[in-house]
């Protein structure tokens, strides 16, 4: 706790001294419990403090007085309880304490209500004198919630996950070490546990209980089980653990050798090696690490040469600063020198780590851009200016409003582990694992809901979501041929997944997506709508037309192809198409897009001047999205960089019978709009008339030499159409049942 904090609890136990009680036995009994509460809150022992508070409140609820200091005592242990007591006694009594606006700061603050927490601090500061050097620690406090406002506000989409219940207790588990094959953990751990100073399993009698009623810090290891749990762990008191408090700090030389800190002289880092599967009696480093000031946290590069450390030696007022010295093979180590301004602040800098290729530095410290308490922030070395970046704050959800430290890679580097107090942790401190959420893999098919069997190629899937930060986040693929898609999303959220075919949107669906943390995770996820898809391929199956590389210039033997389609379209005027352009996989996505489109519209203006309604005709560019072959050679390539022409119905209806064209010339009704099939003109000079089942009338007249040709129809509806081919020219002029007119002039 802070320098401003002890002042301010010293202040508040006087006032808490003055209970009301409400009968004379009671109030003995009462008095008593408070005294002897209130003696170990003036030590800063509130674990020690706290039964005698809930003794007071279970007998007198609203005792204003015990709630406030029970309230400061849970901060440590139990936030939200801490904010509950300490508003309920403001609440009660609105003057419990001349310092209460301060604490219901630090419960604010804590329990992330950032703007009220300011609200507290600016309303305690305007009670304080100009000179109270109290300002100066109040305007950190403020400025610590505008802070972690910003970081809130702007998580970073990272997984935290406790150890559980096997490592962490319900006191303080800190500064893990992770051996270099990843299989066994070392820790610190102030639970029941320890031993202490005697070598035994901590009690009262033994007194391996510390000043502040904590029982004192002890190393213990655990062996990996899975990914997902460990085993119960053991001790490594013996040789390693001393009077007071004992921590793991790092594993180095093949996991042979442990640094760790131990609470002699003040606070000195010691090196302990293992031979035999024993760990050898700790040393003390050199007089130029270790001093009469505390040392607490290091870390040693691998070869052993270079040590990174934390002390307060060199500060005027103890806080710790972080040093770095280096020594020859075999030598002790050299004189300190400091990480410079980007590191270093007026405040606590501690527990430093350096990434594998040396380059980056972690640490945690009580200064910089800190949420509150201690944070975890990086810096990137300067080969240049041969000194340490600017240290940048790791941001939320690796830092909280309250000490995050002790900041460990994993072996590969793929995630991390740190030690803080979370709510929804086990009680004080825990170790955690921090992993950078990463992408999944989601494969599956597209179906038809109507029989659950039927795939969909050309499906368009879109996922859209957010990043934790909520920025938009969109991934999107097109099914194939057999109806699969494949698309890598961010996991850890829910996305609106967008179908759509042709352009056309058919539904919107929604699919969560758990938490993956490595780049390996498949999700096999199939998709059911109500879809029936109204294209069909039977008719024009080998009527493709090819393209060159980059190019949508029609081949002659495409113009051949072409006119076939047309006379075949003349021939059957209730049939509609699709035109549809295809690229192969050469270039983007969004170039291949273009080109595919482009691709269809030369067919499509073709079509067009051979006197094909546009309204018979649509186009769609499906760019690589639809490959007819694998874009694994040229001749495979070829096949891809196409047209395809589909007939288009709709839904529930039937391909029709289709009449085949009899010569080039015969070219029916062009421009009507009419959805029956009619017989082709006949080439015999003379006349005829034909009246359809559907009741459409048509005519036809054909000159002696059979060089003209004209051809009126008069559907039941009221739509006329009339056509005229003469010398490989075509005249038609349509108006449907709304009375729209259609005019085409064309040469064959």
């Not at 001349?98 to 500061?125: I, P, S, T």
């Not at 994993?410 to 942790?425: M, V």
Request: aromatic share 10%.
């Amino acid at each position: 706790m802070d320098n401003l904090s002890r002042r301010l609890l010293q202040a508040s136990c006087a006032v808490a001294l003055t209970a009301a009680i409400a009968s004379p036995a009671q109030a003995q009994s009462t008095r008593k419990d408070l005294k002897t509460g209130n003696k170990f809150f003036e030590q800063e022992n509130y674990r020690a403090a706290l039964p005698y508070y809930e003794k007071v409140l279970a007998k007198d609820p609203n005792n204003a007085k015990a709630l406030f200091n029970a309230g400061i005592s849970y901060m440590s242990f139990d936030k939200e309880k801490a904010s509950d007591y300490i508003y309920k006694a403001q609440k009660l009594k609105p003057k419990v304490s001349k310092d209460v606006e301060y604490w219901l700061g630090r419960v604010d603050h804590l329990n992330y209500n950032f703007d009220e927490a300011v609200a507290h601090f600016q309303a305690y500061n305007a009670t304080l004198k100009k000179n109270d050097q109290r300002k100066e620690e109040l305007a950190q406090l403020i400025q610590h919630s505008k802070n972690a406002k910003v970081q809130f506000n702007s998580p970073k989409d990272i997984f935290v996950k406790n150890l559980g219940p096997t490592i962490n207790t319900q006191f303080s588990e800190h500064s893990p070490v992770i051996s270099s094959d990843n299989k066994m953990l070392i820790f610190t751990s102030r639970g029941e546990n320890v031993t202490g100073a005697t070598g035994k399993v901590s009690d009262k009698k033994n007194k391996s209980v510390a000043a502040d009623g904590e029982y004192y810090e002890d190393i213990f290891e655990s062996k990996r089980i899975d990914d997902e749990n460990w085993e119960k762990p053991r001790s490594l008191s013996g040789v390693l653990n001393g009077k007071g408090h004992d921590a793991s700090t790092q594993l180095f030389d093949n996991d042979s050798k442990l640094l760790m800190y131990r609470n002699d002289n003040n606070g000195d880092i010691f090196v302990s090696d293992k031979s035999g599967g024993d760990w050898g009696v700790p040393k003390p480093l050199d007089g130029n690490i270790n001093s009469k000031a505390y040392e607490g946290d290091a870390f040693i590069t691998p070869d052993g040469l270079t040590l990174y450390f934390a002390t307060g030696k060199y500060s005027e007022d103890g806080t710790l600063d972080l040093y770095v010295s280096t020594r020859v093979a075999g030598g002790d180590f050299g004189p300190a020198k400091s990480l410079g301004g980007n590191i270093n602040t007026k405040y606590d800098d501690d527990s430093p780590y350096l990434s594998k290729d040396g380059k980056t530095l972690y640490f945690s410290s009580r200064g910089h851009n800190t949420m509150g308490g201690y944070d975890i922030f990086k810096s990137e070395y300067d080969e240049a200016g041969r000194k340490w970046g600017p240290a940048q704050n790791m941001g939320y959800p690796v830092n909280t409003p309250d000490d995050d430290s002790y900041y460990r890679l994993s072996p590969d580097g793929s995630y991390a582990y740190l030690s803080s107090y979370r709510i929804g942790g086990y009680g004080e401190k825990d170790i955690y694992t921090i992993n950078y959420i990463k992408n999944a893999n989601i494969v599956g098919k597209v179906f038809s809901s109507k029989d659950s069997t039927t795939v969909i190629p050309g499906v368009e899937l879109v996922f859209s979501g957010s990043q934790a930060d909520k920025t938009a986040l969109s991934f999107r693929d097109v099914t194939k041929p057999d109806g699969a898609y494949q698309v890598a999303v961010l996991s850890g959220r829910t996305y609106q997944v967008a179908v759509s075919k042709d352009g056309k949107p058919i539904e919107t669906q929604e699919f969560a997506v758990p938490v993956s943390t490595n780049d390996s995770t498949t999700i096999t996820k199939n998709f059911y709508i109500n879809y029936v898809d109204t294209t069909q391929t039977n008719m024009f199956a080998t009527k493709n037309i090819y393209f060159d590389t980059d190019k949508y210039k029609l081949r002659p033997e495409s113009i051949t192809t072409l006119k076939e389609i047309s006379q075949v379209l003349m021939a059957n005027p209730g049939i509609n198409i699709s035109v549809e352009g295809h690229c192969d996989s050469r270039n983007t996505d969004e170039y291949n897009m273009v080109l595919g489109q482009n691709r269809a519209n030369a067919a499509f203006n073709y079509l067009k001047k051979q006197g094909i309604a546009e309204a018979r005709m649509t186009t769609v560019s499906y760019g690589e999205r639809r490959p007819a072959a694998p874009n694994d050679s040229p001749e495979n390539m070829q096949l891809n960089r196409r047209d395809e022409f589909k007939v288009v119905l709709k839904e529930g209806e039937a391909m029709p019978t289709m009449t085949a064209p009899t010569s080039a010339t015969d070219t029916g009704m062009s421009g009507s709009t009419t959805t029956t099939t009619t017989t082709a003109a006949p080439l015999s000079p003379g006349k005829s008339k034909v009246k359809l089942a559907d009741g459409t009338k048509v005519k036809t007249k054909v000159d002696e030499d059979s060089d003209k040709v004209k051809v009126k129809t008069k559907g039941s509806a009221g739509e006329k159409s009339k056509t005229v081919t003469k010398n490989g020219e075509l005249d038609a002029k349509a108006k449907d049942a709304n009375g729209k007119k259609t005019k085409v002039k064309a040469k064959n």
